[in-house]
């Protein structure tokens, strides 16, 4: 089974500060990659994805993801975080050698942003 | 074009009884698939249903089942319920055929909790 590994569980940053959240992947195949965001009592909204092509991914809300093969990595990115962007981020990554009906998820990393 | 939509929101059951929750797909979308959200074990991909099949399973117990019907909503039922299956349900739906276009978007989830 696919695996994917966030590095951190909580992440606390200041408004208009710059933030990484990690995620890294176990896959020995091309991958498709995920970034999906949960606002308090909702559902996951996705935020950008990667399919193949070039690895710097824009997003919604001004996020950004990079692709790295060499180290299975897909961490996204925010030059300058406002309020709004607390939430809780989930990378995952599909089923190897299926369909995209089955997704794998990280164990979630929360952003606090304080003003 | 109208999101995911889950029906009811919040359920409260007690030990023992039975439920069913309910997903409506975006229109022209016609797999689903449910996970489950809890603290302890983050988001855990329950089914996945196309064309009112089961295309794949993840790993619980023979309680948790679905099904989907010919205008592609889907319903999961859970027998005998525990403690243990308070959560988070949620449904995602896409819309298949070619990665480009193939993401998974989620409704709000439905709240279960179990007395």
């Known amino acids: 089974a696919q695996s994917v590994t966030q590095l951190d569980s909580q992440v606390p940053v200041f408004e208009e500060a710059p933030v990484e959240l990690r995620c890294n992947y176990s896959?020995?195949?091309?991958?498709?990659l995920f970034w999906y965001v949960q606002y308090p009592n909702q559902g996951l909204q996705l935020l950008l994805k990667?399919?193949?092509?070039?690895?710097l991914v824009k997003g919604i809300n001004g996020f950004e993801a990079e692709f790295n093969k060499s180290q299975t990595s897909f961490h996204l990115r925010k030059p300058s975080v406002h309020i709004s962007d607390t939430a809780e981020y989930f990378c995952?990554?599909?089923?190897?050698?299926?369909?995209?009906?089955?997704?794998?998820f990280g164990r979630g990393t929360q952003l606090t942003v304080w003003p | 074009k109208a999101g995911v939509t889950q029906t009811p929101r919040y359920l409260i059951k007690t030990r023992g009884q039975q439920v069913t929750l309910s997903c409506s797909p975006i229109?022209?979308?016609?797999?689903v698939s449910w996970y489950q959200q809890t603290p302890g074990q983050g988001l855990q991909f329950l089914f996945e249903?196309?064309?009112?099949?089961?295309?794949n399973k993840g790993n619980f117990p023979g309680r948790f089942s679905g099904r989907q019907f010919s205008n592609s909503r889907s319903e999961m039922n859970v027998s005998t319920l525990e403690l243990g299956d308070s959560a988070l349900y949620l449904c995602?739906?896409?819309?298949?055929?070619?990665?480009?276009?193939?993401?998974?978007?989620f409704g709000p989830g439905t709240r279960l909790t179990v007395l």
């Open positions: 995602a739906s896409r819309r298949t055929g070619g990665a480009s276009t193939d993401t998974q978007y």
């Open positions: 896959s020995s195949v091309s991958v498709y």
């Open positions: 990667y399919l193949s092509g070039s690895t």
């Open positions: 995952a990554v599909p089923d190897r050698g299926s369909t995209l009906g089955r997704l794998y």
């Open positions: 229109s022209g979308h016609r797999s």
């Open positions: 249903y196309f064309s009112e099949t089961q295309r």
